[in-house]
Nanobody, 122 residues
Framework: QVQLVESGGGLAQAGGSLRLSCAASRRTAGMYAMGWFRQTPGKEREFVAGIDWTGSTSYADSVKGRFTISRDNAKNTVSLQMNSLKPEDTAVYYC????????????????WGQGTQVTVSS
């Protein structure tokens, strides 16, 4: 069983930045993709960004140009640098891991983190 632990959430002002990190509990053989989702009350969890083992990335249109996803395969970590934050970015952010980037994008994910709150004030 893989456990994902997020960190780095918190409060930021509009226009500010936050960096989220996610660490996997143990190294597993093979290639896999990781990503970030977010969810606000009453809404479905939505895809934010994903990255596969080669470093190929995908972003939701709402965060393109503002958020950057990266990974460190040696450390089993993935990060999300969030710049130019907007109040509408306020949500609980979840780390995700699965085999393919396409699975991450579709939300068909095997492993989820527990979530970390990001609040952006106007």
């Amino acid at each position: 069983q893989v456990q994902l632990v997020e960190s780095g959430g918190g409060l930021a002002q509009a226009g500010g930045s936050l960096r989220l990190s996610c660490a996997a509990s143990r190294r597993t053989a093979g290639m896999y993709a990781m990503g970030w989702f977010r969810q606000t009350p009453g809404k479905e969890r939505e895809f934010v960004a994903g990255i596969d083992w080669t470093g190929s990335t995908s972003y939701a249109d709402s965060v393109k140009g503002r958020f950057t996803i990266s990974r460190d395969n040696a450390k089993n970590t993935v990060s999300l640098q969030m710049n130019s934050l907007k109040p509408e970015d306020t949500a609980v952010y979840y780390c995700a891991r699965d085999g393919l980037l396409s699975q991450i994008i579709s939300g068909s994910v095997a492993y989820w983190g527990q979530g970390t709150q990001v609040t952006v004030s106007s």
